[in-house]
């Protein structure tokens, strides 16, 4: 089995019905702000014949959200759920389940054991790098414990610093820490208890990182887009397509074996890229095994067949999608230039995620509109 590059026409891969329950709260870290609000990014991603589950608390921004989309020519369900609960997956006879990550909780109702078992093999950093060097996969020098009591003291003094302490499963970079010597690492070793699996992984020195992500159709992985991540320090804020390097082929032996052995959905890697003496490297950092952050904006940048696109976080004042006025910056269709409201839930915090189609320097002062606006 080989990945094959998606389709980004309008005429699509065809695909079954969905049941969407894009709540992020059974997978993410405490004191994200409003991440009882993120299932409201799915639905840019629906299609009519689609059902979508929603927080109820959504309910008052569903006009404004929809008048934005119908203005844009951006399709989506009208068939809405308000409310979470994870049952509603297998309640739907003919419709499949699309969550933005397949946990035990959203198994109870579907009960795909090779889904979920992939899931959680490759969800451990740790499994990813032995399953990385089985595959012959390019990634850091990474040294992998069971727990910090079987920490070695000749293998902390073998990796070069700074480096990267890592539990072996976290969230959101909750559980990292750089170190910039063994004395930070001993200092970090505190946070965690006896029995977390960790990691120490060598720095790469670079300021540009990838997210390649893959779709499963069938029993191919289909690669959907490399994008570049737009950094604010250690920060994630967005993502920019294209990217300036699509490596693919340094993580398609794990697509095809994360596929083989039941993945579902959509997945992605990190990819960092590192200048040597011999040339570019492209060292694979973790695999996310479920939708991220660039993959709605993905998802709806094909829908609307825009080739040229970032997708950043903004702060607001305003707390209703009413009171923002997108007049004459919005997306237009015929310019292939805009404004796209991505994430529109959180504007009840205070932010939302735009995409930002065109042109570079066109997305440049598109952003600066933006910030004066909201």
Request: glycine share 6%.
């Amino acid at each position: 089995m080989s990945a094959v590059m998606l389709n980004q026409s309008p005429d699509r891969l065809p695909e079954a019905k969905h049941i969407y329950n894009h709540d992020i709260l059974n997978c993410t870290a405490d004191g994200v702000v409003g991440n009882h609000l993120y299932s409201g990014r799915a639905l840019g991603i629906t299609e009519p014949w689609d059902i979508i589950q929603l927080n109820e608390t959504l309910m008052p921004l569903w006009d404004d959200i929809t008048t934005h989309y119908q203005r844009i020519g951006l399709s989506h369900t009208q068939d809405v759920v308000w409310y979470l609960n994870l049952k509603e997956l297998g309640a739907h006879i003919g419709y499949q389940p699309s969550v933005f990550f397949y946990g035990p909780e959203e198994n109870q109702y579907w009960g795909d054991y090779d889904w979920l078992n992939t899931v959680e093999y490759i969800n451990s950093k740790n499994n990813f790098m032995s399953l990385a060097n089985k595959l012959d996969v390019d990634v850091p020098k990474t040294v992998c414990f069971s727990s910090k009591s079987n920490i070695n003291i000749d293998e902390l003094k073998s990796i070069n610093y700074p480096c990267y302490l890592k539990a072996a499963v976290s969230v959101s970079g909750v559980g990292i820490y750089r170190c910039e010597n063994i004395t930070d690492l001993f200092e970090n070793l505190r946070n965690f208890n006896g029995k977390t699996p960790l990691q120490l992984q060598e720095e790469v020195k670079t300021d540009t990182f990838l997210n390649l992500q893959y779709k499963v159709v069938g029993k191919e992985a289909i690669r959907l887009a490399a994008s570049e991540q737009i950094l604010d320090g250690f920060a994630h804020q967005g993502n920019r397509v294209p990217a300036s390097h699509e490596p693919w082929d340094v993580v398609e032996p794990m697509a095809e074996w994360l596929v083989a052995h039941g993945m579902k959905g959509i997945f992605a890697f990190d990819v960092a890229i590192s200048q040597t003496k011999s040339g570019l490297r492209f060292p694979a950092i973790e695999c996310n095994p479920r939708f991220n952050g660039a993959t709605y904006p993905t998802l709806m940048a094909q829908k609307l067949n825009i080739p040229e696109w970032s997708a950043i976080n903004f702060t607001t004042k305003y707390r209703n999608l009413a009171d923002i006025d997108l007049s004459d910056i919005e997306y237009n269709n015929k310019t292939g230039e805009g404004a796209v409201i991505v994430n529109w839930g959180t504007v009840l915090e205070g932010k939302l995620v735009i995409l930002m189609a065109g042109s570079k320097p066109y997305q440049e002062a598109l952003s600066v509109e933006l910030a004066a606006r909201l």
